[in-house]
């Protein structure tokens, strides 16, 4: 295995449990795509707590193991994974986790609305869809995430699960991710205060806007 992606796929894991965007367990799983190859090295160990090199499995987009021990229970999650990298050629990177606050959600079966600016500011401004409910990993399930999932939008909500993230880079698919548990946070939290309020539509476009226009003028140094 390259021990460059191995080491990558170790360091994405620990910003995941950093981030406490994962339940106390660690219990989740990371992909990263592998540069140049219809592959991917992918988190073969029951939790990412304390996770080390002989944890990381080199597995093709079709499924095939390359390299590596894949336990079952960690295999039947890897359709999830390799359906967002042949059906998005610009995903990098896949993380799964059971994010206690929007596992909430997904457990709910309710989508997490755009009550917080980063939602839009970081590609989120129609909300976290829910994908319906289907055996872990099997056909069915990766089948209702395809179908829920929404153009540009790098998260969904697995129901009765947990949560996905894809996206270009392991940064922005952290980054996500956080942003998606603290969004159904501070909506849980806001509950016993009348409930969340959505941002309005025009608003989330600005947001995004606003966000993008700092992004192109760069880091000020004074």
């Not at 090295?41 to 390359?66: C, K, M, Q």
């Amino acid at each position: 295995m390259d021990k460059n992606l191995v080491d990558q796929v170790l360091d994405t894991a620990a910003r995941v449990i950093a981030s406490g965007a994962i339940s106390k367990n660690g219990h989740g799983n990371v992909s990263l795509r592998a540069p140049g190859a219809d592959e991917m090295y992918f988190t073969a160990a029951s939790s990412l707590n304390g996770l080390r090199p002989e944890g990381i499995v080199r597995v093709a987009l079709d499924g095939t193991l390359l390299e590596g021990k894949l336990p079952p229970i960690q295999g039947a999650v890897v359709a999830m994974h390799t359906a967002m990298y042949a059906d998005r050629s610009d995903v990098g990177c896949v993380v799964h986790t059971h994010s206690p606050y929007a596992t909430a959600f997904a457990v709910a079966n309710r989508r997490i609305a755009c009550w917080i600016e980063a939602l839009a500011m970081f590609g989120m401004a129609d909300g976290v869809p829910v994908a319906e409910y289907g055996p872990r990993g099997s056909e069915k399930a990766v089948a209702n995430i395809r179908a829920a999932v929404l153009p540009g939008v790098p998260a969904v909500l697995l129901a009765n699960h947990g949560v996905l993230v894809f996206h270009r880079s392991a940064d922005l698919a952290v980054l996500v991710g956080g942003v998606v548990e603290e969004a159904a946070r501070a909506a849980i939290n806001a509950m016993s205060l009348g409930g969340p309020v959505e941002i309005a539509a025009d608003m989330r476009a600005a947001a995004l806007q606003r966000a993008m226009v700092m992004d192109a003028a760069g880091s000020k140094t004074a």
